[in-house]
């Protein structure tokens, strides 16, 4: 008899704890309201307790956008990740929250982000984060980047080698590697090789983690996040043991790190491990799926793609196959940049830039409480016809004459936070181009399946291709 009754008095017991919940999630919307003039923005207010919105916003987040910003104007509140967000979608809100009202925000990444990363309440503090700015800033700036261009080069040629046995590849797969590599060699002189392969898989497990929700189970992402991170972190702890015992000179990022330790300002081991992650994942997952629309949009376009391809046999025509690429080469990428940009703009790569205010803020009529998280969608904007006219068709012509006007166009971000990594991901992606155009032709090797979206966006299936020398 006892079976039963347990059962009944749990299922009602669950449901009295949920009306609790969306009791309280309804006060407490109502309750930060009723302080100030201006009030939250409008949303749904009943929404699945701890998860709200999430699955809808992951199955699709720029349609989860427009349906919003359809209902309930341009500003508006959701729940996700099992927080109280507020959505900013215009170029005007995204500047107020990333750049004229910075220093009233922290950066309001999901809590499974912050728990995976670890010591991001240190990192966070604004001395730790200047410095760490002035540190990584050095060593990414456009004169120190001319000399990478030659590793870069090599890796990329590296990376391409093996398309010459093979039919079908990957791309998404491919760019990773490439992006992975290139992005250990600048952090932590590291080489390709086994150790690398098993660190780029435990990256994947964490990337997979970051957008989870932050449910410690066996079977969760979040859960195989956590220890992919912490086999990742004995791995740099050796790294930075190793340098410590052995006075070697690297000039590289790590370096860079290690070298600036200040009296009283020493970034601790946590710190280092927590910033290596944080660089490697900045540098690799936006990068690879960037360059995978970049291959998807040329393809799509044959007329741009066969410029291009001009442009780079330019380049090619006064060198050996064998030369490295030079910074003067780079120069030259003209039309291939214009790509670029329009890549990122239409690529919907950077869903949102979340933000946490430190304390009750007001812009434009709505409030943003403290503690609430605040997104700043700048794909919501680069796709609006009001900001780019016709802004689902592929025309880097947009970026030339100087381009879009000031504040529309946020792909690195803005302000105090705005991308470090803006030269070297161009750099990176403007290489591998050039040794695809110059040597490949390829075609999709599916159907278009849509979008994928987990992380960042790419084209469903990472957009398997046909390669064929050229
Ligand atoms: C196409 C590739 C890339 C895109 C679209 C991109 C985009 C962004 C964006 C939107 C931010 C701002 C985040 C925020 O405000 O919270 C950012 C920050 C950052 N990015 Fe990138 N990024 C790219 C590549 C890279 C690369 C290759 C690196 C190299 C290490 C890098 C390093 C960083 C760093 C260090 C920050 C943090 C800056 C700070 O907190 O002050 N990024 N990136």
Request: hydrophobic share 40%.
């Amino acid at each position: 008899m006892e079976g039963p009754y347990t059962l009944v008095s749990f299922v009602l017991g669950g449901i009295l704890l949920l009306l609790a919940f969306l009791l309280q999630q309804k006060k407490s919307h109502e309750r930060s309201s009723s302080s100030t003039t201006s009030s939250i923005p409008r949303g749904y207010n009943w929404t699945l307790p701890f998860f709200g919105e999430t699955f809808d916003f992951l199955k699709d987040p720029h349609n989860f956008h427009l349906k919003h910003i359809a209902r309930f104007g341009e500003t508006f509140y959701a729940s996700l990740f099992g927080e109280n967000c507020i959505v900013v979608t215009t170029p005007e809100a995204s500047k107020w929250v990333l750049q004229t009202a910075q220093h009233y925000f922290r950066p309001g990444y999901p809590r499974s982000v912050t728990t995976i990363v670890d010591a991001t309440e240190s990192i966070y503090q604004p001395q730790f984060h200047s410095r760490m700015r002035k540190i990584v800033g050095s060593t990414l700036y456009p004169e120190a980047l001319q000399n990478y261009v030659k590793y870069i080069d090599a890796v990329a040629r590296i990376s391409l080698s093996s398309w010459k046995f093979k039919k079908t590849v990957n791309l998404y797969d491919e760019m990773k590697r490439y992006t992975f590599f290139v992005a250990s060699k600048i952090l932590c002189s590291l080489d390709p090789g086994p150790e690398l392969e098993e660190m780029a898989l435990n990256m994947e497990k964490v990337k997979n983690g970051f957008l989870s929700l932050h449910i410690d189970l066996p079977f969760t992402r979040y859960h195989a996040a956590l220890k992919a991170r912490d086999a990742l972190y004995r791995s740099f702890k050796k790294i930075i043991d190793c340098r410590r015992n052995e006075g070697r000179r690297y000039n590289d990022m790590l370096e860079a790190l290690m070298l600036s330790d200040e009296p009283g300002q020493k970034f601790s081991d946590a710190q280092l491990q927590a910033l290596i992650l944080s660089l490697m994942f900045a540098g690799y997952e936006t990068t690879s799926a960037q360059l995978v629309w970049a291959m998807k949009r040329l393809h799509d376009n044959p007329e741009i793609l066969e410029a291009v391809k001009a442009e780079h046999d330019a380049i090619r025509k006064s060198k050996l196959k064998e030369d490295s690429l030079n910074w003067g080469d780079i120069k030259e990428m003209k039309l291939t940049l214009r790509v670029i940009y329009e890549t990122m703009r239409t690529s919907h790569l950077d869903v949102f830039i979340p933000r946490e205010p430190l304390q009750d803020l007001e812009y434009d009529g709505s409030l943003f409480p403290r503690g609430w998280k605040i997104h700043a969608s700048i794909s919501a904007f680069h796709l609006d016809p009001k900001v780019f006219p016709d802004p689902y068709k592929f025309d880097p012509s947009r970026f030339e004459n100087g381009g879009p006007p000031p504040n529309t166009y946020m792909p690195f971000g803005n302000g105090n936070r705005k991308c470090l990594g803006s030269e070297i991901a161009k750099t990176q992606m403007l290489i591998l181009i050039h040794h695809i155009v110059s040597n490949y032709r390829w075609e999709a090797a599916g159907p278009d399946q849509g979008i994928q979206w987990w992380a960042v966006a790419i084209p469903k299936g990472g957009y398997p291709i046909r390669v064929q020398p050229r």
